[in-house]
């Protein structure tokens, strides 16, 4: 079977804009408040969350705010193994139950770090995903799509080897002012 020209054609150009596409998403700087619950809930709703946090993401490209953030002091959680961006985001806890629904919440054991706040492309769009917890046994982060705005998401949680990735809660998110990575304090 043959396949046209202008099919390959259109395929090639298709791909070339996913791919530049992929490259320019970003998730938009900002603080953030956070509220992780077991059900999708609003920022409103801190009675009902599991989880809250301040999340911080930063634009690294910014040489003045650059220096601010490498000024704060925190520990660097571990990238994925795709992912070879420099941290751009940092959180603090303020409050974590200890599971969410009947099951342990690794959202809130590591209370504020250094991570990672990532673009992918995916078949529906721009996925986005940071990082919260990781050990050699379990891994927690939020995911998001859409334009990067960080204000609602799921929770996913894994607990290697019998628990594989899995949504365990949503998030509702706001922005609450410009970038301060000293809120991650």
Known sequence: MRI?????VAVLF???????????????????RLVLCAEPCTTAETARAAATAIVVIIDTSDK?????????????LERPRNVTAEPNACFKVTQAARTVGTESLLFGIIKNAKTSAVATTTPGGSAFSMRFFK??????????????????GEGWSAHAPENPFHRNAYF???????PDPTQCK
């Not at 509702?172 to 410009?178: L, P, S």
Request: with cysteine.
């Open 4 to 8: 046209p020209c202008s099919f390959a």
């Open 135 to 152: 050990s050699i046994d379990g891994t927690y982060e939020l995911r998001w799509t859409g334009n990067g705005q960080l204000t609602r």
């Open 172 to 178: 509702a998110a706001e922005r609450i002012g410009e």
């Open 14 to 32: 298709g791909s070339a804009l996913l791919a530049q596409s992929a490259s320019s998403a970003a998730v938009p700087p900002g603080t953030y």
């Open 64 to 76: 003045t705010k650059r220096a601010a953030w490498e000024a704060v002091s925190l520990p660097i």
